[in-house]
């Protein structure tokens, strides 16, 4: 079977242009293979360079050396390389990702947040808006606040609205950023059983999760990101 991701020496450093240009390097030779339908949890101390290196994952952040391979098309291609246009087309069909926090948009109902995905891989407006509304009630959000904008929600309910537009369209990779940072118990189990059912599809996972309880129920192994003066 071909790994869905396959990190081989990604290097990433930052320059602080405030502090007169001095670099710092975050991550050096770091290497990850990630099956279909494997979850890995990215674990190490705060500041190692968990962020930086999913950020790197969903094509955000520029790379200094290395490739990202990522199983899409059914061939391997390397997102370090992409241009713009490939990023896209990446996204839409091979890259999930579940962020910490919504990123809301005026005027569009937490129904089109969640549906835009799903019509975007070329889904039936009506079929896409059903499965958007079955994943938000599945999250108990409840159905008054499926037709508005998520603009007033509360944290947990933003957080939920993120985690259906996520888990909706069945990508063959998603990453997960702190997705049950702000979710209560009821909703946690929710999610742990999202992405049960995600790894049995064969979906790839890469997930940050400080609540170790979460983590060890959903992770199949960590990855450990050392601070690079304790690596060196
Ligand atoms: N855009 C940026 N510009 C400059 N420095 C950055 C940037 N992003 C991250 N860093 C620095 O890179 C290092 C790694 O940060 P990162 O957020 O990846 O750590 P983390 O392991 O996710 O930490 P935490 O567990 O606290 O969230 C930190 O020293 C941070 O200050």
Sequence with gaps: MRPAIRIEGLAKGFTLHLQGGIGFQVLRDEALTVMPGECVALTGPSGAGKSTLM?????????????IWLAHR??????????ARL?????????GYVSQFLRVIPRVSARDVV???????????????????????????????HGLPPATFSGGEQQRVNLARGFAPH???????????SLDAANREV???LIAEAKARGTA?????????????????????LPLEDAA
Excluded: K, W
């Design 115 to 145: 549906a835009e995905p799903l019509q975007a891989q070329g889904m039936p407006r009506a079929e896409a808006e059903a499965r958007a509304s079955a994943l938000l009630t599945r999250l108990n959000l409840p159905p008054r606040l």
């Design 205 to 225: 996972l890469v997930g940050i999760f400080h609540d170790i309880e979460v983590r060890d129920r959903v992770a199949d192994r960590t990855h450990d990101i």
């Design 87 to 95: 990023v896209r087309e990446i996204r839409r069909e091979t890259l």
């Design 55 to 67: 950020r790197c994952l969903q094509g955000n952040y520029g790379t200094d050396a290395g490739q």
């Design 191 to 193: 999610v742990i059983a």
């Design 74 to 83: 059914g061939a391997e291609v390397d997102l370090a390389a992409a241009d």
């Design 171 to 181: 990508t063959p990779i998603l990453l997960l950023d702190e997705p049950t940072a």
